[in-house]
C-alpha cells in the first residue's frame, strides 16, 4: 500500500539538548499519533486507502497486501503498523519558530533575537506546517529574507 500523511497532525515531538557538547547527539521524540486527533485522521487515512487500492482499476494489479497484511483491522493495530513498519514524510519545522513574542526565537524579518547579525530562513521558523510540500513555501521565504539581508528594504 502507498504512503499516506496526515497533513495537519495536532500532536507535537521535540528535540532536546543532551549536553555542553555541540557533537553530542539529541534526545528526539517525534510523537506521531500522540493524539487523539492524529490516531483519529490516521485510521480513517489507513482505511480509505485500503478502500481506493481495492476498487478497479487499481485493484486488477495489486495480488496482496504486504503491508501490514490483512489481519491489521482494528484501531490499535493499525497505529500500532504505522509506529512499527511505516515511516514518516514529514518535514521538522517550528524548532525555532518565528513570532512577534519576545520568547519567540526568530522575529517577522527572521532575525534570531539577542544575536546581532544572524537570520534564520528555512522550514525550523515555520510556526505551524503547511498542508503540502515545504519546497515552494521555504523559497518564498528565502525570497523575501534576500531583501533585508542586501539591504534593499
Known amino acids: 500500500m502507498g504512503p499516506g500523511y496526515i497533513?495537519?497532525?495536532?500532536?507535537?515531538?521535540?528535540l532536546h539538548i543532551t549536553s555542553a557538547d555541540p557533537d553530542a547527539p539529541l534526545t528526539i521524540t517525534p510523537n506521531h499519533y500522540g493524539s487523539d486527533h492524529d490516531r483519529t485522521v490516521g485510521t480513517a487515512l489507513f482505511r480509505r486507502m485500503r478502500q481506493l487500492f481495492e476498487t478497479e482499476p487499481i485493484a486488477d494489479r495489486i495480488t496482496a497486501e504486504t503491508l501490514p497484511g490483512r489481519g491489521v483491522r482494528d484501531d490499535q493495530d493499525i497505529i500500532d503498523a504505522g509506529?512499527?513498519?511505516?515511516?514518516?514524510?514529514?518535514?521538522?519545522?517550528?524548532?525555532?519558530?518565528?513570532?512577534p513574542d519576545e520568547d519567540d526565537v526568530v522575529d517577522g524579518r527572521l532575525?534570531?533575537?539577542?544575536?546581532?547579525?544572524?537570520?534564520?530562513?528555512?522550514?525550523?521558523?515555520?510556526?505551524?506546517?503547511?498542508?503540502?510540500?515545504?519546497?515552494?513555501?521555504?523559497?518564498?521565504?528565502?525570497?523575501?529574507?534576500?531583501?533585508p539581508v542586501l539591504g534593499t528594504v
Open 7 to 14: 497533513l495537519r497532525p495536532t500532536a507535537e515531538g521535540g
Open 83 to 99: 509506529l512499527d513498519q511505516g515511516r514518516c514524510g514529514y518535514h521538522a519545522i517550528g524548532t525555532c519558530a518565528m513570532g
Open 111 to 147: 532575525r534570531v533575537r539577542g544575536i546581532e547579525g544572524l537570520r534564520v530562513v528555512d522550514c525550523s521558523v515555520m510556526p505551524t506546517m503547511v498542508s503540502g510540500n515545504l519546497n515552494a513555501p521555504i523559497m518564498a521565504m528565502a525570497w523575501r529574507a534576500a531583501d
